[in-house]
């Protein structure tokens, strides 16, 4: 019996149907469309100005606060406007327009970066380089990866997880990078332990991923501070506390982190990300985006400079087809529907989904019938039904009570409702408005 | 027989002579003033319990008033200045008389005007398709059309025109308290002078993009060009984001600026018709009569 989250999760279809495709590198995009807020906490602030040459890798947006993080520019070339551009929810957010110069030869160069296995670089340099590489957890979160490394005093660490979970359906970025970039993620997981003094990690693989197993076994064969364990595949197991609880059988406290148990965890992509800022002192500039759908040509794997516009990826995958209707950033459970195409890739996207018309419903919304599946599903034990309740009768201090705010949005509960409720769409209402009534740091 | 009869009342008023006494003393004892004024002032309220005033209800404004040593910047829109008047005659204070306000929606982006980009299937409700995304239309500063401001009116005084998909103030029955204002997310709704005859002028777009953009989102948007700026006797607009809005403190609702308008996007209601000698403010007229007769 392999191991797993104890409480709820569901077991959607996989449609992995990009698992088995390397990743290709995207064709350079003439202009790369660059967010100044990538990340979750403060905006960074833009330090170029409009006409200026940016070689690739230079930081064109300087971290605005401890919560927040650098942006470096994807390409080399010209910034030739400081613009808006709609974001995934449409709205409109401040952004550096960047015209890529073909000529570069910075821009050109993607030679193969050979592997650097020995660890020359002292711990507070090496977290100093990550909070300057404007790395973030590239999961999805984009929380900045060099505020989860930095201890408070009285903290102690003494396990480093690895999420290689990949529980979205449709989603293949980390499998693929697991199984092309193995030995620099392994490089880049002794370089964290070092960083950190953490005596041991463990890789965290769902069993959907064997050859990703495989590879991590064959490297860390004599090797007992890192192990590579196989989890049943159960979504979302990519969830933090449920990860941690899978794996070391340790309950993150209800409105804590992993630290409180002593825990860090970071993605795989994340890993690698943080392996070529330290070995080769590459910044963030690129990350793997699955472009999929069962109907689209060629889904692929892509290596995609920040910035590119998703239009250009739909193109290379083979073109948008026939009866799309729906348009995910993300994966099916957690993603979110595209306004439009001009919306760019940023650190957190992990996929873009083409959903055709028969699949895109979501179905008549009908009454309760209190059948508990929503309760039963809820891997953090809540009761979504009387938390979308509450919140459309406006009693944010009982959901409060109720904590609504421990809510992972993870979607299950809408996904399994036989009533096609939207659950999830009234519990995320009710968290923003629960979020304004609680204070800061509430009491403990 | 008549032992058991007697016992039996004798028992019963003695309990009850007990009861009674208790009560009395209890009742004395836990005491609590109340002050007959503010149950007064209460029936002068009109008991709209609408939160308009600030305060959570009638009752609770009531005790605001007879409370307070100075009310004069206490005030109930719904009752206005007559129920602010009765109030201070009732309690020997000042009241400052104000100038009634109306609800007006600024926006005019109908289904027509504003074509719809993206279809959208979650709950139909502005609080939450608000919070998801920017609205079927690429104009992420109208009116998102799911009602919450009629949802939240007490006195059936707004409606959603279905032709339009946008909600419409009936303004006799619109008593100003200010509860559509705070359930609209993008705060389209602005309460405004409600002058003689209920004349208003206002800019009805919210739209900060500029021109192009916005006009291409939606064929009615203020494009910030400043013609009306221009023509204004008073200096009462100001453009600020490319949007102009229209100081109801200055306008003196001369309606210079609306036949200027390249986007017909500044609203005027209730006004008669234009005079005969100028034929093409005479057809902006026309057009504008329409918005007139629905928001009337």
Redesign the interface.
Known sequence: MLRTFPKGGIHPPENKLTSGRPIRRLPLPKEVYVPVSQHIGIPAEIVVDRKDKVQRGQVIAKSGGFVSSNIHAPVSGTVTKLDKI?DT????KQCIVIRTDPRDPSNLEEANYPLIDEITTEPSEILERISQSGIVGLGGATFPSHVKLHLREGQHLDCLIINGVECEPYLTADHRLMLEKGPEILVGIRILMHALGVPRAIIGIENNKRDAIAIFGELTRGNPDIRVAALQVKYPQGGEKQLVRALLNREVPKNGLPLDVGVVVHNVGTIFAIYQAVQHNRPLTERVVTVTGKRLANPSNFWVRIGTPVADLIAAAGGLPEGTRKIVSGGPMMG??L?STDVPVTKGTSGILIIPEDEA??GE?AACIRCGECVSVCPMGLEPHLLMNLTEKSMFKRAAAEDILTCIECGSCSYVCPSHR?LL??I??GK?ITKQLEPKNPAP | MTDSILNSVLLLAGLGTLAALILYLVSKRFYVFDDPMIGRVEELLPAANCAGCGSPGCRAFAEKLVKSEDISDLFCPVGGNEVMKLVAEALGKEVVEKDPTVAVVRCQGSCEVRPKTTVYQGPRTCAISALIYSGETDCQYGCLGDGDCVAACKFDAMYMDEATGLPVVITDKCTSCGMCVEACPRDIIEMRPKKKRDLKIYVGCLNEEKGGIAKRACSVACIGCSKCLDVCPKEAIVIENNLAYIDPAYCTLCRKCVPVCPTHSIIETNFPPRKEKNPVADTLAGDQGVKSGSDA
């Open positions: 709609i929810r449409g709205y409109k979110k529907a306004k419903s979501r919304p939207p769409d009234y995320r209402f923003s």
